[in-house]
């Protein structure tokens, strides 16, 4: 069995991964079969997890209009390679998840040739983008969506929609003790930590981590500030932003998670991030921003009143937004001095990430949301056969 997975973002890739191993499981318990082999697009995760990447994500994962033209060249180079690739291998199926400028493309291109595609993780079509959804009912066999309210959207529009519930939800927390992430970081176990998230695009943290790092130094040295480096960035270009601070020292980390997990508050930029502080119960502000211009062709677009995942899974306001003009390293560090302590900001703000877990969860029987997923993807296989 040959499958085509395509993912552009850091989120997107431990997604593919996960699908990958639970692929594997499944159809290694359903007696002797061949093997699956996986090729596409993705990151360091993916290829750890056996798949032959054609395209590291890193080379194409941008964000925002203009962000994007500046590097369509290269893009389009890649694109082309990936459906070449298809068309001499012609894979069994094909996942794309979530990454809807490269990936709805690739759905077209795929569809044309006669490759069946499932569509694992939704773009925010319901959010913004609502004509795309033309090109998913031509090209998507299934959406795969990991947001209950996704599915009653698709299927109204009369496309088959699958809510597999949330990988995210079925993790368990880091196990690398509080002492054991100091020791490894050289970090004070005894003071509060900050997590500051920037994102895990070139384009989105250029724009953040600059307001983060000011933040910080508004917010002063009482604080340990760590900065998890996403699997999409290089570490030395990450790095390249201290070269004109002067606030409170920063420490880059490798785990999110266990970043997020051992700190007492945290600055996230909008993305999967987000979900990943709430689910691990971290209260957090959720900051972003996106060039100007893009903002203005956007922001008139787009159909929901709130930015935050958490808060539109909530559907009401459980994190505060900091977006475009409102993100200010004067209003970072207010956020988080009304979260730091002990009181009732910080108390109903957990209370609300129990919320989103409970909605997150799926009702269906049968393990994880990975595994759910899988048992999709082999359906269809087994239907086109």
């Known amino acids: 069995m040959r499958i085509l997975i395509s993912a552009g973002e850091a989120s997107g890739e431990f997604y593919g991964a996960e699908l990958m191993q639970a692929l594997r499981q499944q159809v290694s318990e359903n007696g002797p079969n061949p093997a699956i082999d996986f090729f596409g697009v993705g990151g360091q995760q993916m290829r750890t997890a056996g798949c032959d990447l054609l395209v590291d994500a890193r080379e194409i994962a941008e964000v925002g209009i203009i962000e994007v033209i500046k590097h369509i060249p290269n893009i389009y180079r890649r694109f082309r390679q990936v459906v070449r690739e298809a068309e ?20 077209r291109e795929l569809h044309q040739r006669g490759v069946p595609v499932i569509y694992y993780v939704s773009p925010q079509l319901w959010a ?93 040295p009482e604080y340990v500030y760590t900065v998890p480096v996403a699997s999409t960035l290089h570490a030395d270009w990450v790095a390249s932003f201290l070269r004109d601070y002067s606030g409170p020292p920063i420490t880059f980390t490798r785990d999110a998670r266990a970043t997020l997990l051992h700190a007492r508050a945290a600055a996230v930029a909008s993305g999967t991030s987000t979900l990943e502080a709430a689910l691990i119960g971290t209260p957090f502000a959720m900051v972003y921003q996106v060039a100007p211009l893009t903002w203005a062709l956007g922001r008139r677009l787009v159909k929901v009143d709130r930015f935050a995942m958490v808060n539109l899974i909530a559907e009401r306001d459980v994190v505060p937004e900091l977006v475009q003009a409102e993100f200010t390293p004067q209003r970072v560090c207010a956020e988080l001095r009304r979260i730091i302590p002990e009181g009732e900001a910080r108390a109903t703000m957990i209370a609300g990430f129990h919320e989103v877990r409970r909605r997150l969860a799926s009702n269906e029987a049968g393990g994880r949301a990975s595994e759910r997923a899988a048992r999709a993807v082999l359906s269809v296989v087994e239907s086109s056969a």
């Open 88 to 107: 001499r291998h012609r894979p069994d199926v094909a996942v794309l998840i979530d990454f809807p400028d490269f990936n709805l493309r690739l759905a």
């Open 128 to 220: 913004w983008k609502q004509r795309r959804i033309e090109q998913v009912r031509k090209y998507v066999r299934e959406m795969l969506v990991i947001f209950p309210f996704e599915e009653r959207f698709y299927r109204e529009r009369g496309i088959a929609a699958k809510f597999v519930g949330h990988p995210l939800a079925d993790l368990p927390a880091p196990k690398v003790t509080r002492e054991e992430f100091a020791a490894e970081y050289k970090l004070d176990p005894e003071r509060q930590w900050i997590a500051l998230l920037p994102g895990s695009r070139r384009g989105e943290v250029s724009r953040i981590f600059s307001g983060l790092l000011q933040a910080a130094q508004l917010l002063g």
